[in-house]
């Protein structure tokens, strides 16, 4: 109890211009926007990585991207979009690969920290397991905002900040910048193996039968991926295909190579992209969307 009334408690936090206050700007869109409407769902990479205004032009909807950091964990993504689903929606779920391993699916406590410190309804979508982690969250907020500890992951910089997104949720700024090299995460290998979380496709199917009951429609996409690391991983991802395939219940669009990109067209991380590299992942998107919704 003394974890939560420190949320509750704690003024909002003093600063509404860092990157992950653009979630209060994705939530209001999600609340105003009409349906029907298009709703991605994931992380980073959809945040640095979709044109969401080609989107809506070609399908002629709204596009919300709710995309922010793969650290929220695909549990909190869900919750957020849930209650604001309507009949005629289609919610578009990309995650990452590592989303569906270990703790990720329940987020990252100084990720969680900083999203509860700007917005504390956030505490309110929270199930059993993130609550039995508020005093490690709490004390994240404690060392940031009382013990003036540096928050590494609040994020401020050009690229990386509220006013960075666009109307749609899209993070734009860095489009016509330099490339950053080497990009953050150029060495990883996916464990899916070894570390993968039972609970997430249950979860997604449940998500999927709450949207139905709506009337909403689930789509689910594979993230984009640098080649260099793909190409490393590309054992593991069979394995999730192979799990996806056999229990998931929401409509598979496309195959991870789909949006296998190659090295030169991400930003500073392993899935940020570039505007070529965005421009390309957008348009095969568009591409099997369309396939998917035209009658045979």
């Not at 409407?37 to 990585?49: E, Y």
């Not at 703790?103 to 406590?109: A, H, V």
């Amino acid at each position: 109890m003394a974890a939560v009334a420190v949320f509750l408690i704690s003024p909002p936090g003093p600063n509404q211009a860092n990157f992950f206050a653009a979630i209060l700007d994705k939530q209001r869109m999600l609340r105003e926007m009409p349906s029907p409407r298009i709703i991605l769902v994931g992380g980073s990479s959809l945040a640095f990585g979709m044109d969401s205004e080609l989107i809506s032009k070609t399908f002629n909807r709204p596009v919300v991207n709710m995309g922010l950091h793969a650290g929220m964990g695909l549990n909190l993504m869900l919750a957020q979009v849930r209650p604001n689903l309507r009949a005629g929606d289609m919610i578009v779920l990309v995650p990452e690969y590592e989303l569906f391993c270990g703790g990720y699916f329940d987020g990252d406590d100084s990720v969680l920290a900083n999203i509860l410190e700007i917005d504390r309804k956030t505490l309110f979508l929270l199930d059993a397991n993130q609550l039995s982690r508020l005093p490690w969250i709490a004390k994240y907020l404690i060392q940031y905002r009382y013990l003036r500890q540096a928050n590494a992951r609040q994020f401020e910089s050009e690229f990386y900040g509220r006013a960075a997104f666009n109307a749609n949720g899209d993070a734009t700024r860095h489009l016509d910048q330099k490339p950053v090299r080497p990009v953050t995460g150029g060495d990883y290998i996916l464990t899916y193996e070894q570390t993968k979380n039972l609970a997430v496709i249950p979860a997604l199917n449940e998500f999927q039968r709450d949207a139905a009951a709506k009337g909403a429609r689930v789509l689910f996409f594979y993230p984009n991926a640098m080649a260099s690391v793909y190409d490393q991983s590309t054992p593991e991802i069979q394995k999730l295909v192979d799990d996806l395939r056999a229990h998931l219940e929401i409509p598979i669009l496309g195959a991870p190579q789909d949006f296998r990109l190659d090295d030169p067209n991400f930003f500073d991380t392993t899935y940020h992209l570039t505007r070529a590299g965005r421009d390309i992942r957008t348009q095969r998107f568009i591409g099997l969307l369309q396939a998917h919704l035209t009658p045979r």
